[in-house]
């Protein structure tokens, strides 16, 4: 597995997070592709905040192997940062219409 493909994995991962919030909390939804375009932007900044901590690609794959910690971590960061990413745009949008 490279980094690459992590990341695209990364990215997949908090798609679908906050799609499965939308579908069971249908308050949080902002259609298919608004909440697909919000997964994707919300794993990538968690991603982005978290990396520092050791949970990015380049750590993940820094033996040549696939960590399955840091990756299962990667994941979790990358699936609460779709979920939390759409609850906020959600929150967002609902006060800019008051």
């Known amino acids: 597995m ?7 994995i990364s990215i997949f ?3 679908i997070g906050a799609n499965i919030l939308a579908f069971f909390f249908n308050k949080y939804s902002l259609q298919f592709i608004g909440n697909t375009i ?5 794993s990538i900044f968690f991603i982005k905040i978290f990396s520092t901590l050791g949970f990015d690609p380049v750590t993940i794959m820094k033996t040549g192997n696939v960590n399955i910690v840091l990756f ?13 990413g759409l609850i906020f745009t959600k929150k967002m949008i609902s006060k800019m219409n008051k």
């Open 72 to 84: 299962s971590i990667n994941m979790l960061v990358s699936f609460f940062g779709g979920v939390l």
């Open 13 to 15: 991962i908090g798609m």
């Open 2 to 8: 490279t980094d690459t493909l992590i990341s695209i």
């Open 38 to 42: 919000v997964g994707i932007f919300g």
